[in-house]
T-cell receptor, first 112, second 115 residues
Framework: GDSVTQMEGPVTLSEEAFLTINCTYTATGYPSLFWYVQYPGEGLQLLLKATKADDKGSNKGFEATYRKETTSFHLEKGSVQVSDSAVYFCALNRGGYQKVTFGTGTKLQVIP | EPEVTQTPSHQVTQMGQEVILRCVPISNHLYFYWYRQILGQKVEFLVSFYNNEISEKSEIFDDQFSVERPDGSNFTLKIRSTKLEDSAMYFC?????????????FGDGTRLSIL
């Protein structure tokens, strides 16, 4: 079945540091890939998405590129802020109405 | 921006009692979902619902669980006889009626605590 593997957390960075959170997936066909973010005490918010190979999703300074050859969708941000502290979930689905499969989540803490 | 709304935000229930979690999906969405997240663990799919019937369900979604769309706006998850292991955050989601790759939009969740 489908699965998503992402790097263990927590990740602690200083403000303005470069962020990478690794994500790899296993799925047949051509799934859509997502990053969701969960701020403390809140629900899941879609951060960015990519629907086909070599697509780059971007939002709020975050980027991730759909790499089919390495089955990866790593999340990056050039300069993190304290307000980016949250749990980040990599996820996929087969499209349309199909279920979303989530990774275990990576907690990011940014310190001033 | 339209949102998925869930009530209550926190529900405390005695083991063995029935509980109903409520969701109002985004108004023009036609696919609805429930997920749960046990504390510290990954978000897990429970069930998807379309055209007044279940489209897909996971192994977690056993006979204790049921879903319903009682009117044109609400989507509910019922747990008939709650167990301690049902304690989790439950997320409702909805998506557009299309086969294209539209993302699912999630609510803020209901934290269910079973005592």
């Amino acid at each position: 079945g489908d699965s998503v593997t992402q790097m263990e957390g927590p990740v602690t960075l200083s403000e303005e540091a470069f962020l990478t959170i690794n994500c790899t997936y296993t799925a047949t066909g051509y799934p859509s890939l997502f990053w969701y973010v969960q701020y403390p005490g809140e629900g899941l918010q879609l951060l960015l998405k990519a629907t086909k190979a070599d697509d780059k999703g971007s939002n709020k300074g975050f980027e991730a590129t759909y790499r089919k050859e390495t089955t990866s969708f790593h999340l990056e941000k050039g300069s993190v802020q304290v307000s980016d502290s949250a749990v980040y979930f990599c996820a996929l689905n087969r499209g349309g109405y199909q279920k979303v499969t989530f990774g275990t989540g990576t907690k990011l803490q940014v310190i001033p | 921006e339209p949102e998925v709304t869930q009530t209550p935000s926190h529900q405390v229930t005695q083991m063995g009692q029935e509980v109903i979690l409520r969701c109002v999906p985004i108004s023009n969405h036609l696919y609805f979902y429930w997920y749960r997240q046990i504390l510290g663990q990954k978000v897990e799919f429970l069930v998807s619902f379309y055209n007044n019937e279940i489209s897909e369900k996971s192994e977690i979604f056993d006979d204790q669980f049921s879903v319903e769309r009682p009117d044109g706006s609400n989507f509910t998850l019922k747990i008939r006889s709650t167990k301690l292991e049902d304690s989790a955050m439950y997320f409702c989601a909805s998506s557009l009626p299309t086969n294209s790759n539209q993302p699912q939009h999630f609510g803020d969740g209901t934290r269910l605590s079973i005592l």
